[in-house]
């Protein structure tokens, strides 16, 4: 009797932690997370401030993160030969990554590495958004804030921007969310409303 009670006393403790466990809603009904990320570019090897001024859409390599539709992008410039480094524009990511070579023909490769760019890597659709001019890191009003960044001090392509680093350099570009919205499924007013842009050609590179 004291082992039948024992047991049913176990079942008990297991069916209500069962009954507290918290559910999670079905994958579909889950709520989209936004994030932000930094990606790197060298201009020894790409135009990166010509590409974004000139193309709408290109492709970036991912490295190690896990960018996906809808999140949003600091493109960042690595020292030039003047010194300069910094944000030169924004962008936001289209589709999912997929793996795939880049574009031995891009005009704006300043130093083509054949082999590299053939090589089958995660890349990943981005929109560009253009600023009016770079956030340069040599400026004492933004110096600090850029400073914060990990892209600043990090080697690699791609790197964790956080949500108040974002909107504080959004506030320094003068720009807000609205040039950031694309082919996405949202939810407003507790519907699912597809977005829908022009899809124009694009170019990409790694």
């Not at 790197?40 to 974004?52: F, R, S, W």
């Not at 007013?189 to 597809?194: D, I, L, M, P, T």
């Amino acid at each position: 009797q004291l082992d039948k009670a024992f047991h049913q006393r176990e079942g008990d403790w297991s069916n209500k932690g069962n009954r507290n466990r918290r559910k999670l809603p079905p994958k579909e009904n889950r709520k989209k997370v936004t994030q932000y990320w930094a990606l790197n570019g060298n201009p020894k090897y790409y135009d990166i401030v010509g590409a974004i001024n000139n193309l709408d859409r290109d492709w970036w390599l991912t490295g190690n993160s896990n960018i996906k539709s809808g999140d949003r992008l600091v493109f960042w410039q690595s020292k030039d030969a003047k010194g300069k480094r910094g944000v030169v524009g924004f962008g936001v990511a289209i589709g999912n990554p997929v793996k795939k070579s880049g574009d031995i023909d891009n005009s704006y490769w300043t130093k083509r590495h054949e082999k590299k760019i053939k090589e089958k890597k995660k890349r990943i659709q981005v929109r560009y958004i253009k600023i009016q001019k770079p956030i340069w890191e040599d400026s004492k009003r933004n110096k600090a804030l850029l400073n914060s960044l990990t892209v600043c001090g990090g080697q690699g392509t791609s790197f964790h921007v956080t949500e108040e680093q974002w909107e504080k350099l959004l506030k320094i570009a003068k720009i807000d969310e609205r040039p950031f919205e694309t082919e996405e499924v949202r939810i407003e007013g507790g519907e699912v409303a597809k977005l829908i842009s022009i899809d124009n050609a694009s170019i990409e590179h790694s």
